[in-house]
T-cell receptor
């Protein structure tokens, strides 16, 4: 079983729709949960990060972490064509444990239709 | 733009050759991480350097090696290139407050170097 599972899509929705992107993970040692956005031919850029369980909101974006079910979500409200990109979930262990790199999902290719 | 730069942008090599990729960190950052992103996949952690020493390593063979310089720029070297090494190589810089790079330190990614091995 991969450490992080993410549906690669593509996911196509009409402009203005609410988008739900999800990942599951297998190792309960992970404590930091991040969502990155990657446009074609660019490096990933951080959208949001959450420590442990809970919700976090930033403008049109909401990140949710449910550690009991090992499930993380990103919601995008009022989706825009400029939101079309690949969305990568990433997780990391807490401090002092193992390698300090991020473990990424495969990424979900999102298309917002005008 | 993150302020992290990578060179070259694209590179074509043949199997068995060696390659060196370069990364300049964002100003003030002391930690550099390298990732390999194959087509259609998420980035995979190769290793991280903090204050010129390897700080952690992912599941990559020893032919993947690196360096970090006193100005915190970094190199990734890959020896004996294989076809499966074809990928986008990303570097990310971050600032660790003290000691080992730990807790949450946001990683800022460069645009990547696209390596093709023929």
């Amino acid at each position: 079983q991969k450490e992080v599972e993410q549906d690669p899509g593509p996911l196509s929705v009409p402009e203005g729709a609410i988008v739900s992107l999800n990942c599951t993970y297998s190792n309960s040692a992970f404590q930091y949960f991040m969502w990155y956005r990657q446009y074609s031919r660019k490096g990933p850029e951080l959208l949001m990060y959450t420590y442990s369980s809970g919700n976090k909101e930033d403008g049109r974006f909401t990140a949710q972490v449910d550690k009991s079910s090992k499930y993380i979500s990103l919601f995008i409200r009022d989706s825009q064509p400029s939101d079309s990109a690949t969305y990568l979930c990433a997780i990391r262990r807490g401090s002092g444990g193992g390698a300090d790199g991020l473990t990424f999902g495969k990424g979900t290719h999102l298309i917002i239709q005008p | 733009e993150t302020g992290v730069t990578q060179s070259p942008t694209h590179l074509i090599k043949t199997r068995g050759q060696q390659v060196t990729l370069r990364c300049s960190s964002q100003s003030g950052h002391n930690t550099v991480s390298w990732y390999q992103q194959a087509l259609g996949q998420g980035p995979q952690f190769i290793f991280q350097y903090y204050r010129e020493e390897e700080n952690g390593r992912g599941n990559f063979p020893p032919r993947f090696s690196g360096l970090q310089f006193p100005n915190y720029s970094s190199e990734l070297n890959v020896n004996a290139l294989e076809l499966d090494d074809s990928a986008l190589y990303l570097c990310a810089s971050s600032l660790a407050a003290s000691g080992r790079a730990s807790s949450y330190n946001e990683q800022f990614f460069g645009p990547g170097t696209r390596l093709t091995v023929l």
